[in-house]
């Protein structure tokens, strides 16, 4: 069955507005996806007709909110093949997901000078808060290699490990280099030595099927917004049996069962991690989002974007002067790269004037930045309602401007 492009692109109104009197082209989908009608629908039809704060609420709105909430974590949990709905929590985003962790696995599980593992290739949040709780509990982060594809190096990251490895961290895409890590494998040797392992999914999910069981993870965290979501509303997921043990993340209604001056007992699974009034509206859209993903098909989606990805980097592998940042074998729809000794910044600013939007800068990765011996990249990545034409247009685009300099 041929990919229905037109169809996608026609689900999506802002693709078809212009920039500079251009049309857009928008491949700056690893920081956020644009949303299609479907999911812009569910936000607008929950406020007209459902509104009401969840849970508890004995009248019709209030349970009507509550049933779209907790049929969105159903939803999110068959998305990803968790075993029980206990595990998925829902946050604000990957940030979150990750501060979670970082404070509530940490305050529990982490003594100083137990070890942390982390790769050069972390967005800096899955590196900030775990040198916050270094600084609140002495532990110690250390730092998985990788090759100059940008391949981790799985020997040294077997020596890493010692008696006092407790978690290891790894993003499951690279939102700089697109490398796809061995997810599964990385997780073996983790448990062989006694640790655990967290997956940052905010670059996978969007693209391939991810199941938690098959990649033996026992958290793993994404975003709403980068997979055509609301932004605001992400997901942690977490093994129940590690859940359950975990310190809360924040305190206040909902994720309590009692609370008296003297002591308070906590709610059960995944409220206990939910503090607050959770963005009901934002799961119900984000359910809407997976809906839609998958009424396209994950399998079709991988197929078109890394064909697409492959046809960049060969186009744009002819330009003099082009260094393309990460070819490792398995490699997902992000494009990083530097031409000549012209700066990102110039380089994306020129671009946006022909209606192309990239981004530029350190991708929030300064530690691979400095690994890449760099101060920045640009950086093109690409969705599901990506194509080749403007792909060609980029690379025009790119020609025009390197001609300049
Ligand atoms: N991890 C990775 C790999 C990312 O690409 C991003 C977003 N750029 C994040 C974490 C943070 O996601 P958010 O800003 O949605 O919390």
Redesign the pocket.
């Known amino acids: 069955m041929t990919y229905p492009i037109d169809d996608i692109r026609a689900d999506f109104p802002i693709l078809s507005r212009e920039v500079y009197g251009r049309p857009l082209v928008y491949l700056d989908n690893?920081?956020t996806t644009q949303k299609p009608r479907a999911v812009v629908e569910a936000i607008a039809q929950e406020y007209y007709s459902v509104n009401a704060n969840v849970h508890r609420g004995v009248h019709f709105l209030s349970q009507q909110t509550t049933t779209l909430h907790e049929e969105a974590r159903e939803r999110v949990r068959a998305f990803i093949g968790a075993q029980s709905v206990s595990e998925i929590v829902f946050t604000r985003?990957?940030?979150e997901s990750l501060n979670l962790v970082a404070t509530s696995f940490g305050e529990t599980f982490l003594q100083e000078g137990d070890e942390v593992l982390l790769t050069v290739m972390e967005?800096h949040?899955?590196i900030v808060p775990w040198q916050l709780l270094r600084e609140r509990k002495g532990i110690v982060i250390k730092v998985i290699p990788m090759n100059d594809a940008g391949v981790l190096d799985m020997e040294a990251y077997e020596r890493l490990f010692t008696p006092r490895t407790r978690l290891v961290c790894v993003?499951h895409v690279s939102?700089v280099l697109g490398t796809v890590n061995p997810i599964a494998r990385m997780a073996e040797v983790a448990h062989a030595h006694g640790a655990y392992l967290l997956a940052?999914g905010?670059?996978s999910v969007p693209h391939f099927k991810v199941d938690v069981q098959a990649l033996g993870c026992d958290f793993l965290t994404f975003?709403g917004?980068?997979i055509y979501g609301p932004t605001g509303i992400?997901v942690l997921y977490g093994r129940e049996a590690l859940l359950e043990q975990m310190q809360p993340y924040q305190g206040g209604g909902e994720m309590i069962a009692r609370v008296t001056f003297e002591k308070t007992t906590y709610e059960r699974l995944p409220y206990k991690f939910e503090a607050g009034t959770p963005d009901y509206v934002g799961s119900h859209a984000l359910a809407a989002a997976i809906d839609y993903v998958e009424g396209i098909g994950m399998d079709r989606i991988t197929a078109q974007e890394r064909e697409l990805t492959k046809y960049a980097m060969a186009r744009m592998a002819d330009i003099p002067g082009m260094q393309l940042y990460g070819t490792a074998p398995d490699k997902d729809a992000v494009v990083a790269f530097n031409v000549k000794d012209i700066h990102p910044l110039d380089l994306g600013t020129l671009l946006d004037r022909l209606g192309i939007a990239i981004r530029t800068g350190h991708h929030?990765a300064q530690p691979l930045m400095a690994r890449c011996g760099v101060e920045g990249m640009a950086r093109a990545s690409f969705a599901l309602y990506n194509t080749k034409e403007e792909i060609d247009t980029f690379v025009a685009g790119l020609e025009r401007v390197v001609k300049m300099f």
């Open positions: 690893a920081a985003g990957t940030t967005h949040s899955d993003a939102n940052d905010a670059q975003s917004h980068k992400g929030c």
